[in-house]
Structure formats: C-alpha cells, structure tokens
C-alpha cells in the first residue's frame, strides 16, 4: 500500500505540475504578469527569482499553482490576465489541459515503442452465425468506419459498441484495395469477428499513440455522457483513494512478468488519468478552466466583461460543488475497500 500511495502521489503532483506549468508559459509569451509559479502547495520551503515572478517549492507535493496578476479580480495593470483579450486568456487557460493530453500521448509513444504491436480490426477469424457472417464479412476485411465514426484499433470499435448500442450498424470495410459496406445486426453489442495483431514500425506507434489518447479522451466523454443519462452512478468513479487500489492492483497483476510489465502497465495508467485530468478540466463547469473558457467566449461575442464578483460567486459555487463531489468519490472509495 505503502508503495501505491508514493507513486500515486508522485504521479499526481507531475501532472498538476505539468499542468500549471502549460497555464504559466502561455501566460508569459502573452506578456501577463506572474506573480508565483509554485511547485507544491502549502507552507513555503524555498523561493528564488529577481524579477516579478517568484518560483517557489512548498511542503506538500500536490501539484502546484500559478498566480496570475487579475485573475479572479479586477486590476488596472494592462499585462493582468483580466485586461488581455479573450482569445489569449482561452489559450492561456486550454495550455493546461494540453499539456496533460500531451503528457499522456508521450507515454503512450514509450509504451507502444516498448511493446510495439497492437490490436486492429482486421478480421482474423469469424465467429459462426454472428452478425458478421450474416453481413457477409470475411477473414482480412479491414473495418474503418463504424456509421460515421472512423475506427483505428479494436478498442475503437468496442468503444463505439458500448456507446452506440445500437441495432442496427453499417460497417465500412476494405477487402482487397477497394472499399465496401456492410449493414451488421449486433448481438448483446457484438459483431462477431476476432481482431488481429499489427506490429508496428517506429513512425507507426506514433501514430497509434495518437489514436491511443483519441480513445481515451472519448471514453472520458462516454463515461460523462453515461453518468449524465443514468446509465452510470457517479459512486462509479475513482479518486485518489480508488487509484491508490488500482495502482496496487495494477503492479501486482504486472509483477509475476517482469519489472519492465510493471512500469509499463503504471505508465498505461499514468497516460490514462492524465488525458482524463486534461478532459475533465475543459468541461464547461464553473470552477474549471473550462468554466473560465466559456466566460471568456461570452465575452469575446457580446464585447462586454463579466463583473468579476459574479464570475467569483460563479466559480465559489462551482468549486463547492466540485469539492463535495470529491468528498463523496472518497467516502465511496473508502467504503469499496471496507
């Protein structure tokens, strides 16, 4: 357990860090004026800096902060986050969350490069009286589009299945160079056909690391989509007691292959929750950078700034919100354990 909150620790404060760390470099190439980009959070340890940015490290090891002159309240200063336009605050506040989307397909370029095969939906074998066999499919039919959506990997597809659940579903194949279409009846959200392994050259698990983060940033908008419409509990999500357990559990799945399966599969895990991190915070829900992004729209279009005691009132009240949803994601991943 001992092992499991340390990395869960580390893995957390890189990736709020890093986060910062994409609002404080924008923030500086627009020109705004920072007062503190702190490493840590909580009783101050170490500062350095002549100019007007002091750099800090604190005693608790949960990310980190940026301040930003104006940000959150009025300010005559022309460089305040307040007083610059909305199109550069939107980038400001969007570079966080890139840099954790980046951070995630970073580790995926190293996964994939360590293990360099991946499963695709090419059909290697058909599963008998399946949908698949009925729709005429066969062995070496490469899958590409399932409706509207393009698939890369067969985590594409089964992603797409869940989502959809639909009866109806027309698939678009290529066999042979030439494309075709096929309209498939899935059973329980199978199609019923096995996918096969691709190896991949270098140049290419670039490329399936980026269809790698493209699946989990839409998982993370399933999952949203499921909880808005009932179909999952928000008792259902993981905080950082939840990933302290699947942390553990993780390594010691990993453990009987070899150090190197360890580290991958908590690298898997560390990609996953940083795309997660860098999705949930662009959610348009106040006391997120998403949140801010929409004020900063609102204004873009009516030429007109919100009064900065309504946004603070705004964001207090969604802070709250967020801070007793996480309390409830921690007695509930408590009582998991229990």
């Known amino acids: 357990m001992g092992f499991s909150i340390v990395v869960t620790v580390i893995a957390f404060g890189i ?3 890093l986060h910062e760390l994409g609002h404080f470099l924008t923030a500086k190439k627009f020109g705004v004026t920072v007062h503190e980009f702190s490493i840590g959070m909580g009783p101050l340890i170490f500062k350095w800096g ?26 005559d200063d022309p460089r305040a986050f307040s007083n610059i336009s ?3 605050r939107i980038c400001i506040l969007v570079a966080g969350a890139v840099m954790n989307i980046l951070l995630g397909f970073l580790c995926f370029v190293v996964i994939n490069n360590t293990y360099p095969r991946v499963q695709v939906p090419v059909i290697s074998e058909i599963i008998p009286d399946s949908a698949a066999e009925e729709a005429g499919l066969m062995v070496g039919d490469e899958i590409v589009k399932l409706n509207n959506t393009h698939v890369a990997t067969q985590s594409d597809v089964a992603l797409f299945m869940m989502d959809n659940g639909l009866d109806e579903v027309i698939i ?4 042979q160079g030439e494309k075709h279409k096929a309209t498939v009846y899935p059973v329980e959200q199978l199609i019923g056909f096995k996918s096969s392994i691709k190896e991949l050259s270098f140049w290419e698990t670039v490329e399936y690391s980026f269809y790698d983060t493209r699946y989990v940033v839409k998982a993370v908008m399933v999952s949203i989509k499921m909880m808005l419409t009932g179909e999952a509990k928000v008792s259902d999500m993981s905080g950082p007691v939840g990933v302290v357990q699947v942390v553990g559990d993780a390594a010691e799945s990993a453990s009987p292959y070899g150090l190197l399966a ?6 898997m895990l560390f990609a996953m929750i940083s795309v997660n991190l860098g999705v949930f915070n662009l ?17 873009l279009i009516t030429r007109k700034k919100l009064k900065p ?13 967020l801070l007793g949803l996480g309390i409830f994601i921690m007695f509930s991943d408590i009582t998991k354990l229990l």
């Open 15 to 17: 990736m709020v860090m």
């Open 50 to 75: 002549k100019g007007e940015t002091q750099y800090s490290i604190r005693l608790l090891p949960f990310g980190g902060y940026v301040k930003l002159e104006g940000e959150g309240d009025e300010s």
């Open 86 to 88: 909305p199109i550069k």
């Open 172 to 175: 678009t194949y290529i066999r």
């Open 262 to 267: 360890v580290v991958m599969q908590l690298l």
């Open 283 to 299: 959610l348009p829900f106040p006391g997120l950078d998403g949140g801010s992004i929409i004020f900063a729209f609102i204004e």
């Open 309 to 321: 005691e309504v946004l603070g009132v705004i964001n207090l009240a969604g802070l709250v919100l």
